[in-house]
T-cell receptor, first 110, second 112 residues
Framework: SQQGEEDPQALSIQEGENATMNCSYK?????LQWYRQNSGRGLVHLIL?????REKHSGRLRVTLDTSKKSSSLLITASRAADTASYFC??????????FGQGTRLTINP | NAGVTQTPKFRVLKTGQSMTLLCAQD?????MYWYRQDPGMGLRLIHY???????AKGEVPDGYNVSRLKKQNFLLGLESAAPSQTSVYFC???????????FGPGTRLTVL
């Protein structure tokens, strides 16, 4: 069964706008990770947030984690055409086995 | 470094045929994983390995077998392919204490 539920399933915005994607999960976790997948390619790791962290930044990426609500959000600021991709959250419940959400398809319109 | 590579990139099988997918990594990672990705389903873990000579079942192991005879290689076998195994298969690797996984480019398998 899928651990994460991502919202929205698809998002289309204008270049320069901010994009926010949400992920909810069901059980306790060690960490939560976000990955990007360009069309026809493998997944690329973006950022990791541990269960004892609430917010983390990496360049134009900002991730938050609310363990009480079992949810996380990924914010991409000042979006670019190259950000067009699918974004997946993945939870690590232990033993470094990841459980992935269904993903959000992000389209950046020029 | 090539990272994680997968062979083949594409394959079409008939129902009942067998095949082996090869994953190789040159990062000296202990852990290796096989996932399948179906439309709208995200990635699901098939089998994984925490070291040479060891394998374990993941979330959807039925119909697949794996072997890890060498640290750098992880093989996924389909003994009798079924149309339900039509999917994109991804291999990934990592090492203990490193949460991030490194993914290969994928193998697109169609079973007719």
């Amino acid at each position: 069964s899928q651990q994460g539920e991502e919202d929205p399933q698809a998002l289309s915005i204008q270049e320069g706008e901010n994009a926010t994607m949400n992920c909810s999960y069901k059980t306790s976790i060690n960490n939560l990770q976000w990955y990007r997948q360009n069309s026809g390619r493998g997944l690329v790791h973006l950022i990791l947030i541990r269960s004892n962290e609430r917010e983390k930044h990496s360049g134009r990426l900002r991730v938050t984690l609310d363990t009480s609500k079992k949810s996380s959000s990924l914010l991409i600021t000042a979006s670019r055409a190259a950000d067009t991709a699918s974004y997946f959250c993945a939870t690590d419940r232990g033993a470094q086995k990841l459980v992935f959400g269904q993903g959000t398809r992000l389209t950046i319109n020029p | 470094n090539a990272g994680v590579t997968q062979t083949p990139k594409f394959r079409v099988l008939k129902t009942g045929q067998s095949m082996t997918l090869l994953c190789a990594q040159d990062m000296n990672h202990e852990y290796m994983y096989w996932y399948r990705q179906d439309p709208g389903m995200g990635l699901r873990l098939i089998h994984y390995s925490v070291g040479e000579g060891t394998t374990a079942k993941g979330e959807v192991p039925d119909g697949y077998n794996v072997s890890r005879l060498k640290k750098q290689n992880f093989l996924l076998g389909l003994e009798s392919a079924a149309p339900s195994q039509t999917s994109v298969y991804f291999c990934a690797s990592s090492y203990p204490g490193l949460a991030e996984q490194f993914f290969g480019p994928g193998t697109r398998l169609t079973v007719l």
